[in-house]
């Protein structure tokens, strides 16, 4: 008898019958022999809706009601769905982040799991109950405060919970059917792929693609957990997200193109050329706990240099608040920021073992009249910052010259 983690999103939770189509969806795993547990996240609208409330009464709230207040969407969630499958003839029960033992850091709003003891998910499979656990939500050991996990955090719960319970799948359904070449809406002969490594859906999904969220493939590729990503509105076959050798894809050049509007751009003009000056910045912004992606230096001149790094829109203002600290603590001269940008990345583990990439993704742009503002690579990946507004059209033709 194997055991299965099975997540639905918001989308396939948004109402009655959606919830009561999972619990079919659920009830046939369980004839078929499996154990099961499901994991969760909030009806779709739901969380933003909470968090336009708050809005409405303090724009600068407390993280710590944040939490307590977002984590109850799928609190209502995870009840709705065990009361489904009970009255179709299953037994369920339903759970939340601190009944499973999911401990987490203190970071309100985007926390770290630190541990899931999963004693009472357990049992309760041993009773033969189907367990449903709200997605996103976990808890602080020591105080004992509610915390979230940040958006897409269902996704981890689902990861983590099949990690420490040694799952032999983690099922993720969403409202598409498996992951593409890149997004559906922006090309329209995208292709799905059957099978790819966590390592390239880790980096597509940390630059963009919103399918999977970065850190719960993270926690399948450190921990060996098999994600399988399916519709939950169509019986079709899904997409494979291994590690394992027997199922590894051919290494094809360009797995995936993909793109991300959540970006901004910050730059430190006037950094006095003094070893520990770029520490003190990114230190002051590491405990500000922003995330910081692509860096650039310009070579000093006149004793100072220019610092300028991209950064989740989201987190610009909070950004500029302690820019504008640190900048006057090293001496720097003035802070700039540009929201109207986007990033273009493109992903294949083929690219290893291949040369000229590079030059055929800023060839592909430049015949398309696309300026190219910063570059980043690793291993796998190429990403390019550009004008937001050509976001689409770099898409489309670095799909075409690299997949279609």
């Known amino acids: 008898m194997s055991l299965i983690v099975m997540k639905f999103g918001g989308t396939s939770v948004g109402s009655v019958d959606r919830i009561?189509?999972?619990?079919?969806?659920?009830?046939?795993?369980?004839?078929?022999?499996?154990?099961?547990i499901v994991v969760v996240s909030a009806m779709s609208g739901e969380t933003d809706r909470l968090i336009k409330l708050l809005n409405e009464i303090d724009e600068d709230y407390s993280h710590r009601e944040y939490d307590q207040l977002?984590?109850?969407?799928e609190s209502a969630s995870a009840p709705l769905l065990a009361q489904s499958l009970i009255s179709i003839g299953h037994k369920a029960k339903?759970?939340?982040?601190?009944?499973?033992?999911?401990?987490?850091?203190?970071?309100?709003?985007?926390?770290?799991?630190?541990?899931?003891?999963?004693?009472?998910?357990?049992?309760a499979l041993d009773e033969g109950f189907v367990c449903v656990v709200a997605g996103f939500q976990g808890f602080d050991p020591e105080s004992l405060d509610i915390t979230t996990l940040g958006r897409g955090g269902s996704?981890?719960?689902?990861?983590?919970?099949?990690?420490?319970?040694?799952?032999?799948?983690?099922?993720?359904?969403?409202?598409?059917?498996?992951v593409y070449t890149a997004d559906p809406r922006i090309v329209a002969n995208a292709k799905k792929i059957d099978v790819i490594s966590h390592e390239e859906m880790l980096e597509l999904a940390s630059l963009g693609a919103k399918v999977l969220q970065s850190r719960s493939v993270e926690l399948g590729m450190n921990f060996n957990v098999d994600i399988v990503v399916l519709s939950s509105l169509e019986d079709l076959p899904g997409t494979l997200v291994?590690?394992?050798?027997e199922n590894a894809v051919e290494k094809v050049m360009v797995t995936g193109v993909t793109s991300d509007k959540n970006q901004s751009k910050i730059t430190i003009s006037g950094v006095p050329d003094k070893p520990g000056r770029a520490s003190d910045i990114?230190?002051?912004?590491?405990?500000?706990?922003?995330?910081?992606?692509?860096?650039i230096q310009n070579t000093a001149r006149d004793g100072v240099a220019n610092i300028s790094f991209t950064l989740p829109k989201t987190d610009l203002v909070k950004s500029l608040a302690v820019c504008k600290e640190l900048a006057e603590k090293v001496g720097a001269i003035s802070i700039t920021s540009n929201e109207d940008i986007a990033k273009v990345s493109i992903v294949g583990v083929g690219m290893k073992s291949h040369s000229g990439v590079a030059a055929k993704m800023f060839n592909?742009?430049?015949?398309?009249?696309?300026?190219i503002d910063m570059i980043s690579t690793s291993e796998i990946k190429i990403s390019c910052v550009i004008e937001e507004k050509?976001?689409?059209r770099a898409v489309k033709a670095l799909h075409d010259t690299f997949i279609s």
């Open 20 to 36: 009561k189509n999972v619990a079919t969806l659920v009830a046939k795993k369980v004839d078929a022999g499996h154990k099961v």
């Open 70 to 73: 977002v984590s109850t969407g």
């Open 94 to 123: 339903s759970f939340t982040g601190i009944q499973i033992g999911m401990q987490t850091d203190k970071s309100h709003s985007k926390a770290r799991i630190l541990g899931v003891t999963g004693e009472r998910l357990v049992k």
């Open 155 to 178: 996704d981890t719960t689902a990861v983590a919970v099949a990690a420490a319970l040694k799952a032999d799948c983690c099922e993720i359904y969403t409202d598409v059917d498996g």
């Open 242 to 245: 291994t590690s394992k050798e």
């Open 282 to 295: 990114f230190t002051g912004l590491a405990e500000a706990n922003i995330n910081i992606d692509i860096i």
């Open 364 to 371: 592909t742009l430049y015949k398309n009249d696309i300026n």
């Open 390 to 392: 050509s976001t689409e």
